[in-house]
């Protein structure tokens, strides 16, 4: 059954907590995780390239496909690249 948060039953926000604390720390054992921001942005450009390679040699660049792996490697991306450029700013 759905519940907004506040009205949840307590065995259902423990396991949210849960959920939301291993997923705070998947990320953590990432080798790019301890590089400089400016590396780790690099590496996940590039790799992203690469994505967009293998897909437009796969099918082609014109296709619901490939249109669709952009739009998902964009958001992607930005997901990931937004903590690297955070904790650059912090360590100005």
Same mark, same amino acid.
């Given at each position: 059954?759905?519940?907004?948060?506040?009205?949840?039953?307590?065995?259902?926000?423990?396991?949210?907590?849960?959920?939301?604390?291993?997923?705070? #720390?998947?990320? +953590? @054992?990432?080798?790019?995780?301890?590089? =400089?921001?400016?590396? %780790?942005?690099?590496?996940? *450009?590039?790799?992203?390239?690469?994505?967009? #390679?293998?897909? +437009? @040699?796969?099918?082609?660049?014109?296709? =619901?496909?490939?249109? %669709?792996?952009?739009?998902? *490697?964009?958001?992607?991306?930005?997901?990931?690249?937004?903590?690297?450029?955070?904790?650059?700013?912090?360590?100005?």
């Amino acid at each position: 059954m759905p519940y907004l948060k506040k009205d949840a039953p307590p065995d259902v926000l423990e396991i949210l907590r849960q959920a939301e604390a291993q997923a705070d #720390e998947c990320w +953590q @054992a990432l080798e790019i995780v301890g590089s =400089p921001s400016n590396v %780790a942005v690099w590496a996940l *450009l590039t790799g992203g390239i690469g994505v967009v #390679e293998r897909e +437009q @040699a796969a099918r082609g660049s014109n296709t =619901p496909h490939f249109d %669709a792996m952009l739009g998902n *490697l964009s958001r992607l991306l930005a997901v990931a690249i937004r903590p690297n450029r955070r904790r650059k700013d912090r360590s100005r």
